[in-house]
C-alpha cells in the first residue's frame, strides 16, 4: 500500500544489499527514489518493481561514484533539487588485505567511495536541506570503529570517519531542521563480503544478521530520531554510557602543560 509521498530519496549503493533494502522499504513509506550505483540493469529491474508495487517516481541514475563526473552531478543534484528529502548515503566497499600487502589503487578506491563520495554527498545534502530547512541524511557506517583491531585498517578508518563526521554534522545542522543519523551495522549477509575476498559464512550464525532485519532496525532507530543506531546492540544504555565515558575525557583532552607522567622522561 502506499501513503503519500514524502519527497523524494537519493539512496546511494541501491543495486545490491543494503541499499537495494532501503529502496524497497521508503518507496513502501511512500517515498519517491532515486536509486544511485554502476548496474544499470540491477537499478532498472528494481525500479520497475518497486513502480509497479508502489506506485512512487523512481529515477535511475547510473554513476561510479568514484569518478569526479558523476560524483559532482549527484552533489549538485542533491544542493540544488528541492524536491529531495532524504539521503542514503549507503554505497561502499570494502577489503580484506594488511595496509602492507594492499594494492594502493584499492585502497584509493576504497577512500575515494566510502570517505570522498560519501562527505560530497552529505555536503550537497546539507547544503540543500539547509536551506530549505528540513530533510534528513543517513550515513552508513559500520560496528568496524568499536573494534578496528578485528578488521581491514582502511575499511574501519573509513567506517570511523563516517561516524565522525556524523556526529559532527548532527552539531553543525542542529538549528537547521535537518535530521542526522550514522548506521552502525555488525556483519549482515549481503555481496560487501564476497566481492572483498571474505566468506560471510566464516562467522557463526549468531552474529550475522539478515539485511531485512537490519535495515527496519535502522528504520526504526531513524523513526525514534537516534544519531546513532546499532541494530544488534540489545541495551541502548551501553552506547550512552560510552558516549559519556567519552565526552568525560573533554576537560583533559587540551590544557597547558603535559600530564606529569610525560615530565620524567630522560630526567
Ligand atoms: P553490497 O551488497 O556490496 O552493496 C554495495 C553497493 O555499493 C552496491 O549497490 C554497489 O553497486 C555500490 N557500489 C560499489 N561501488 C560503487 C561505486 N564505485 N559507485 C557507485 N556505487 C558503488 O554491500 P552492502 O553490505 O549492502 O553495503 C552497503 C554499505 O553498508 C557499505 O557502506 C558497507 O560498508 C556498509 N556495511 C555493510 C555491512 C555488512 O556486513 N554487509 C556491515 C556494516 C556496514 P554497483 O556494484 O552496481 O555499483
Do not use: C
Not at 6 to 31: E, P
Not at 98 to 108: M, N, P, R
Not at 217 to 237: C, M, R
Amino acid at each position: 500500500m502506499t501513503t503519500q509521498t514524502q519527497g523524494k530519496a537519493v539512496i546511494t549503493g541501491a543495486s545490491s544489499g543494503i541499499g537495494f533494502t532501503y529502496a524497497d522499504r521508503l518507496a513502501q513509506r511512500g517515498f519517491d527514489l532515486v536509486l544511485v550505483a554502476r548496474d544499470q540493469a540491477r537499478l532498472d529491474a528494481l525500479a520497475a518493481d518497486l513502480r509497479a508495487k508502489h506506485s512512487v517516481e523512481v529515477d535511475v541514475v547510473k554513476a561510479d561514484l568514484t569518478q569526479p563526473g558523476d560524483l559532482g552531478a549527484l552533489e549538485q543534484r542533491l544542493r540544488s533539487d528541492a524536491s529531495i528529502t532524504l539521503l542514503v548515503n549507503n554505497a561502499g566497499v570494502a577489503l580484506n588485505t594488511t595496509l602492507a600487502e594492499s594494492d594502493l589503487g584499492e585502497v584509493d578506491r576504497l577512500i575515494q567511495l566510502n570517505i570522498v563520495a560519501l562527505t560530497h554527498l552529505a555536503s550537497g545534502a546539507a547544503a540543500g536541506f539547509s536551506a530549505r530547512g528540513t530533510g534528513a541524511i543517513i550515513n552508513i557506517a559500520s560496528v568496524v570503529p568499536m573494534i578496528p583491531e578485528r578488521f581491514n585498517a582502511v575499511y574501519a578508518a573509513s567506517k570511523a570517519y563516517v561516524l565522525s563526521l556524523t556526529q559532527s554534522l548532527a552539531v553543525e545542522l542542529s538549528e537547521k531542521g535537518v535530521q542526522v543519523q550514522a548506521v552502525m551495522p555488525g556483519a549482515t549477509r549481503t555481496e560487501i563480503w564476497e566481492r572483498a575476498g571474505m566468506d560471510i559464512n566464516a562467522f557463526p550464525p549468531e552474529m550475522v544478521m539478515d539485511v531485512n532485519e537490519m535495515v527496519d532496525a535502522a528504520l526504526s532507530g531513524f523513526d525514534q530520531k537516534e544519531l546513532v543506531t546499532i541494530p544488534s546492540l540489545p541495551n541502548a544504555a551501553d552506547w550512552q554510557a560510552f558516549t559519556q565515558a567519552r565526552l568525560a575525557l573533554g576537560p583533559n583532552l587540551s590544557l597547558q602543560h603535559a600530564a606529569q607522567r610525560y615530565k620524567t622522561a630522560g630526567a
